[in-house]
């Protein structure tokens, strides 16, 4: 009986032991994603889904930083794959608080990824899905800037189906949601611009959908208020690069 009472304390203390560690892990790389520093952030969130594959934070927050590791870091052959990971943490995440928004985010943001590199028909089939996904986490946080973003290139690149895609669309899957039009993606990225002024990927975004829409006046404003902004991660470093791309073409 004693042998047996040892035992179980032993038990108890590790494992208050290893929660403590994941506590502080947690803090730590959560620290670091709300900092944007996602390539640090990553391998910390690696070993806290290893200890506890169903805790909420770990997968969601997870599955955000599998979507931007594998777009900045991971080789081309190997992208999918880290795309793919971040579609089940998220799948995961909603099953086990279907009102996470944080967790419907980055469902729908790692399908977006997937969406890069698939077939016109696959593209079709998931534009529904990351509309529904979208459209629930604004509704559960009407402050996620991200979640806007998505939606502004959701509504653009809707926008700019092809006439064979538009009779895709409507043939064999029903049409798609309400929006799709490069208004809408511009009201969705002046939304998530007016959340987060100083993420630059929101103010390229929105340059590029005016571009796209052939009002050069406002994309060559809008993409010289986006190069006021520092760089400070992946995200602004690549938007600034795209930035100056989409200037020469205005100038």
Same mark, same amino acid.
């Given at each position: ?49 290893? #200890? ?22 991971? =080789? ?26 944080? &967790? ?14 698939? #077939? ?38 809707? &926008? ?16 798609? =949601? =309400?929006?799709? #039009? ?24 929105? &340059? ?44």
């Amino acid at each position: 009986m004693k042998k047996t009472f040892i035992a179980v304390v032993t038990i108890i203390a590790s494992l208050s032991a290893v929660a403590q560690t994941n506590e502080e892990l947690y803090a730590k790389a959560y620290k670091l994603k709300l900092e944007y520093k996602n390539k640090e952030a990553f391998p910390m969130f690696q070993t806290l889904l290893k #200890s506890d594959s169903n805790n909420l934070n770990y997968l969601q927050y997870g599955s955000f930083l599998y979507s931007k590791y594998g777009f900045y870091y991971a =080789p081309e052959a190997e992208k999918m794959t880290y795309y793919k990971k971040a579609e089940h943490l998220a799948k995961k995440a909603i099953k086990i608080n279907e009102a996470s928004a944080d &967790a419907h985010y980055v469902y729908a943001m790692a399908l977006g990824r997937i969406n890069e590199n698939a #077939s016109s028909k696959q593209k079709i089939a998931n534009a529904k899905l990351i509309k529904t996904e979208v459209d629930r986490a604004i509704t559960l946080n009407p402050k996620l800037a991200g979640a806007y973003h998505i939606l502004g290139r959701w509504n653009r690149t809707v &926008a700019g189906f092809s006439s064979v895609e538009k009779i895709m669309i409507n043939s064999f899957f029903g049409g798609v =949601p =309400p929006g799709g #039009s490069y208004d809408d993606a511009v009201k969705a990225f002046m939304t998530a611009v007016g959340i987060e002024p100083k993420y630059m990927a929101h103010q390229y975004e929105l &340059a590029q959908t005016y571009y796209d829409m052939g009002k050069n006046v406002e994309a060559k404003l809008w993409a010289q208020k986006a190069m006021e902004i520092i760089p400070s991660n992946d995200d602004d470093k690549k938007a600034k690069a795209d930035c100056e791309a989409l200037l020469k073409k205005l100038n």
